[in-house]
């Protein structure tokens, strides 16, 4: 059977026209429906307009109320914590800023432990690798798991290392990232003043 060259070269640009025009259609519903997400990126940086990346603003929200888990198993719910000013650390092993601040935390914890109660939360790692870790790094105060994320989704915790600064009555006042030793005692006595 032979084949008129004229006949497949008009419907070979009749398919080509089909398939740009489906693309186009495609591409611009693409478009329309990521208008609520402006990335742009800039050598070096990208940058979110939403703080799709950023961890939620908890700044004057009350701790959330959930269970988490003890080195034995045990059930412990974060009302436990309350009556006494809190710092709380999410961290896990393999958190670069988190093996950086860990010291930083025990150091600061051997000098207020009696004044603020230190509590660290770890997201990932098992019961083992957590207390090696944090021994390892001088840590002495109390670590939980979150195993089941039930605190890192109430507080919609995107980013780590995280610490809240937490009054006696479970009231959040400060949310930070990243600190050394000097930012936490600040921090510290901003919370003893805001418990006062």
């Known amino acids: ?3 008129a060259r004229p006949r497949l070269l008009v419907g070979s640009l009749a398919v080509a026209v089909l398939l740009i025009v489906a693309f186009a259609v495609v591409l611009a519903t693409q478009e329309s429906g990521d208008q609520d997400v402006d990335a742009r990126l800039t050598p070096g940086v990208v940058t ?3 703080d799709e990346l950023a961890n939620a603003n908890v700044e004057g929200d009350l ?8 080195r034995d198993g045990n059930v412990i719910s974060t009302s436990s914590f ?4 809190l710092v709380i650390n999410f961290w896990y092993a393999s958190c670069p800023p988190c093996v950086k601040e860990l010291p930083d935390f025990a150091e600061v914890h051997a000098e ?8 660290g939360i770890n ?35 995107v980013n780590m ?24 005692r600040s921090e510290i006595e901003q919370l003893l003043a805001a418990s006062a």
Do not use: C
């Open 1 to 3: 059977m032979k084949i």
């Open 63 to 70: 701790l959330p109320v959930v269970d988490l888990g003890d």
């Open 161 to 184: 290392p995280t610490t809240l600064f937490v009054t006696a009555d479970g009231g959040i006042i400060e949310q930070t990232g990243v600190l050394d030793a000097d930012e936490l």
């Open 48 to 50: 979110f307009p939403n």
């Open 112 to 119: 207020m432990g009696d004044v603020v109660r230190f509590i």
């Open 123 to 157: 997201t990932q790692d098992s019961v083992e690798e957590m207390e090696r870790f944090a021994a390892d790094r001088g840590v002495t105060y109390e670590l939980y798991r979150d195993d089941f994320g039930d605190l890192v989704d109430a507080i919609r915790l």
């Open 82 to 85: 309350f009556g006494q000013p």
